[in-house]
């Protein structure tokens, strides 16, 4: 297949198709990959980490994520989903005294410093997962990522380069890597076509419809099918064309692609922090005039 990329022509195979699930974290479906969780030092999306933590291989927290956990083992004194980090792992600068000290007493924890400063705890922690997360070299472990995209924009931007920089990194990853937000699931689509299963919005309360299609590292082309504004061999580029707020209009989404990009959809409003969920009912409050 020829694509346009970058003023020039160029080639990939059609055949070789990409498919991705990225509801499986949230059904009861048998996963034919196991998963790790890696939380990083910003607000935790609660209602989707409570979901999908009892399924988690291992759960690993980059430096001062280990303090958002903390907050939430404190509310799950008898419940099932209190379960205690395999690692923390960064430079510790942003671990919270008391919170080390909790994970230390309680026995079940590695705390890892490694103070290189050439790297963020978000790629050490990563690294870690990839030398203790599997038997073998060769297994398959997915990471979904907590936290990223919320607070700082810098360290917003950080967080999407890494995730692109980790896809191609062999000492970072060994399965795909998903970054769970306050209100969106986000990866890093393959160049060429692209298969995303189980999408249709309310199905099993996982999606909304909300989608977008982010060429972040340059001008690209791409065709998509199951959108409500499909688009075919179209360029796409920040600060020219750009495929947000579109919407998903199928079980079944293709993305054809002519280099990487950042996909992302919105989760539905169960798997949203309570911040987010309180600012829905505002907005549908005041859509049918209610006031509080």
């Not at 996963?31 to 609660?46: D, F, G, I, V």
């Amino acid at each position: 297949m020829v694509r346009w990329h970058n003023g020039t022509i160029e080639y990939f195979d059609e055949h070789q198709v990409m498919n991705w699930h990225p509801a499986k974290f949230f059904t009861d479906r048998e996963l034919k990959t196991p998963y790790a969780l890696l939380l990083l030092n910003q607000s935790l999306n609660e209602p989707a980490y409570k979901r999908i933590v009892c399924r988690a291989s291992m759960i690993t927290c980059g430096d001062g994520g280990a303090n958002q956990l903390y907050d939430i083992i404190q509310q799950l004194q008898d419940d099932p989903l209190r379960r205690f980090p395999d690692a923390i792992v960064g430079d510790l600068d942003s671990l919270k005294d008391h919170v080390r000290d909790f994970f230390q007493d309680a026995g079940r924890t590695q705390i890892v410093r490694v103070p290189d400063q050439d790297s963020t705890d978000f790629t050490k922690a990563l690294r870690w997962l990839k030398q203790h997360g599997t038997r073998n070299s060769d297994d398959r472990v997915d990471v979904v990522v907590f936290g990223g995209l919320g607070g700082r924009v810098d360290q917003g931007f950080s967080i999407v380069h890494h995730l692109f920089k980790a896809v191609s990194d062999e000492e970072l990853l060994t399965g795909d890597i998903y970054l769970l937000s306050e209100q969106s699931l986000s990866f890093v689509l393959e160049k060429g076509r692209n298969v995303i299963h189980g999408l249709a919005p309310g199905a099993n309360h996982i999606f909304q419809e909300s989608v977008g299609i982010i060429p972040i590292r340059g001008p690209a082309v791409i065709s998509t099918k199951g959108l409500e504004w499909d688009v075919e061999d179209w360029k796409t580029e920040l600060g020219g064309q750009l495929s947000t707020s579109n919407h998903i209009k199928a079980d079944v989404v293709e993305i054809e692609a002519s280099d990487r990009m950042l996909f992302t959809i919105e989760l539905a409003n169960v798997l949203c922090t309570k911040s987010h969920q309180n600012e829905e009912n505002e907005k549908a409050q005041a859509w049918i005039g209610i006031s509080t």
